[in-house]
């Protein structure tokens, strides 16, 4: 089936440093692409929609100078957290509709942690 | 303001029995309903879909049962099994294209006793 390459799993860096996380479309074609941020206990929260070739759309309340999304290609979008703090410690994890009319397929997460 | 919500944070069943994880929803114009199964550090994968124009979806053991005047959506897995056991979120759409943002629940825990 369907898959969504989501990398690194897990990442721990230090605080003012960037993490680029990177999901990549196997097998299907992914023109946009949805980027969710999960806090213990909480939900799953869309953070940002990118489309292939044109600028991610941000919710309300995230920073899109500090998360930089690029969509580049069919295949791959990119969310870079920048100049990094604790609070940004959180599982992120992204999905992107398809295969087909109906369904979305996710990636398998990753998990920040800023010390 | 969550606009799916899943009030049950967790769930504990025997064995053999009936696994019951209820979701309710705030927003009239969904008209799509998923529910993901999740294992820890691995992303939700998709478990079964019903769409508003029906009030019952089944798929082997999983069946999802949709009452939109209520508002309210639930999925029974029968008979349950240990491998069941993972923290299961619902989420809901305004569009089955996938064009629109899915709006999850916060997700119920089940525990399935041997």
């Known amino acids: 089936g369907a898959v969504v390459s989501q990398h690194p799993s897990w990442v721990i860096c230090k605080s003012g440093t960037s993490v680029k996380i990177e999901c990549r479309s196997l097998d299907f074609q992914a023109t946009t692409m949805f980027w969710y941020r999960q806090f213990p206990k909480q939900s799953l929260m869309l953070m940002a929609t990118s489309n292939e070739g044109s600028k991610a759309t941000y919710e309300q309340g995230v920073e899109k100078d500090k998360f930089l999304i690029n969509h580049a290609s069919l295949t791959l979008s990119t969310l870079t957290v920048t100049s990094a703090h604790p609070e940004d410690s959180s599982f992120y994890i992204c999905s992107a509709p398809g295969p087909g009319v109906y369904g979305y397929t996710f990636g398998s997460g990753t998990r920040l942690t800023v010390v | 303001d969550q606009q799916v919500k899943q009030n049950s944070p967790s769930l504990s069943v025997q064995e053999g029995r009936i696994s019951i994880l209820n979701c309710d929803y705030t927003?009239?114009?969904?008209?799509?309903f998923l529910w993901y199964k999740k294992y820890p550090a691995e992303g939700p994968t998709f478990l079964i879909s019903?769409?508003?124009?029906?009030d019952k979806n089944e798929d082997g053991r999983f069946t999802v049962f949709l009452n939109k005047s209520a508002k309210h959506l639930s999925l029974h897995i029968v008979p349950s099994q240990p491998g069941d056991s993972a923290v299961y979120f619902c989420a809901a759409s305004s569009d089955q294209t996938g064009a629109n943002n899915l709006f999850f629940g916060t997700g119920t825990r089940l525990t399935v006793i041997p």
């Open positions: 927003n009239s114009m969904f008209d799509y």
């Open positions: 019903i769409s508003s124009i029906k």
